[in-house]
């Protein structure tokens, strides 16, 4: 099992979060027996999204310090292979979208997707992200037309911020430091979160989903690229997935401590560092993950919207069935494009100058800085007001 693998069982478990299977199936036996109030708030899809995060912190970590060069060129290749990547199947699905919502219900509809403001901001990404670490403007990301993509605004985010923070150890631990402590007084703070509490639903738009705990997952990750030494037996691996699944239907007393979400990322961590092997087809299983990633819910609704009695049903299959013509058709040629642009950028003479510190160094860290204690300290204050 590789981590290819590993992503593709993580987008199954978006995909069963949003077609509500555990939900229907799963959850009511819980609840019968433990009662609604220690049913964990942490849902299969939650728990794979934390794991996304902590993957991707690993994973960008290793190419910047195998891919690139630390200078000015290697972090331009870097983010345009990142932009490249991200933005266009993104925007060729929101357009699609857009374009079958305004037929569906007309432009002049009181949809807030489709006021000017948010197409822009959706289109963009990034403000999101950033405004994302204060909890009263976090709703945008959530609120976005193509429901699942609200990770992408934190995903970019992070890529911008990566080769400034991910190449330093102590950077890495200054900050996971922060965040720990920050969710913990957060949390102390905070309402209970509880799933179907009249503030569960805030809980989870203004914390679960912000960029603080995000970022926490990112910078776990990333730290463990330089603990990748370890190595993990495969009867520890079986019990990390079983951990996981636990730690999605167990009661969640601790949670308001953001115990659950660490604990996640810790056992992310250790499934990353464990799963090393690599094949064809575990990589055409991995490519598959963000275009399923994209596309699960609009091929939903839109089977709902024209009355598809079994849509839950139909979407999986045609997901993927998708999934695989948009990566065979449209991200493989976009691959090989990123790819010819990026050997272009660091053939380039000034890309074979090493650095020890990359330029921008203090402007970029002093920037993050002021991002993560800015909004900290608003939120704490909003919360004990």
């Given amino acids: 099992m590789g981590l290819g693998l590993f992503r593709l069982i993580l987008s199954i478990w978006v995909i069963d979060h949003h077609f509500a299977w555990s939900r229907t199936y799963i959850e009511p036996w819980f609840t019968q027996r433990f009662g609604e109030r220690h049913f964990g708030y942490l849902g299969i899809g939650h728990v794979a999204v934390i794991c996304f995060f902590v993957l991707s912190g690993y994973v960008i970590t ?18 345009v292979g ?11 699905m929101l357009a699609i979208i857009i374009v079958a919502m305004a037929v569906a219900v007309g432009w002049n509809s009181d949809l807030p997707q489709l006021r000017m403001d948010r197409i822009v901001g959706d289109l963009l990404l990034v403000p999101y992200g950033v405004i994302g670490f204060f909890h009263f403007f976090n709703r945008y990301a959530y609120g976005m037309i193509d429901v699942p993509a609200w990770t992408l605004p934190y995903d970019f985010l992070f890529y911008l911020l990566a080769p400034w923070m991910v190449t330093r150890k102590r950077v890495l631990v200054a900050v996971i430091v922060f965040e720990l402590v920050y969710l913990t007084i957060l949390a102390a703070l905070g309402p209970q979160p509880l799933f179907s509490a009249g503030d569960g639903r805030s ?34 691996l079986g019990a990390a997935i079983l951990a996981l699944l636990y730690m999605t239907y167990a009661p969640f007393g601790l949670t308001n401590f953001y115990l659950n979400q660490l604990l996640v990322m810790l056992v992310a961590l250790a499934l990353v560092l464990g799963l090393k092997q690599r094949s064809k087809l575990d990589n055409l299983l991995g490519e598959l993950t963000y275009s399923t990633y994209l596309i699960h819910v609009p091929l939903l609704e839109s089977l709902n919207w024209l009355g598809a009695g079994y849509g839950g049903l139909l979407a999986l299959p045609l997901t993927y069935l998708l999934a695989f013509a948009t990566v065979r058709y449209f991200e493989m040629p976009l691959e090989k494009r990123r790819a010819d642009l990026t050997r272009t950028l660091l053939s380039r003479p000034e890309a074979s100058i090493h650095r020890e510190t990359l330029g921008g160094s203090r402007i970029v860290l002093t920037a993050l800085a002021a ?15």
């Fill in 82 to 92: 990142r932009f490249i990547r991200i933005y266009p199947l993104y925007w060729a």
């Fill in 203 to 236: 809980w989870h738009e203004g914390y679960f989903t912000s960029g603080h705990s995000t970022i926490l997952a990112f910078c776990i990750g990333a730290l463990g690229y330089y603990y990748r030494q370890i190595r993990f037996s495969p009867p520890a």
């Fill in 371 to 385: 991002l993560l204690v800015a909004s900290a300290s608003l939120n704490l204050i909003r919360l004990a007001l």
């Fill in 62 to 79: 290793w190419v910047l310090n195998n891919k690139y060069p630390l200078n000015a060129a290697g972090v331009k290749a870097f983010l």
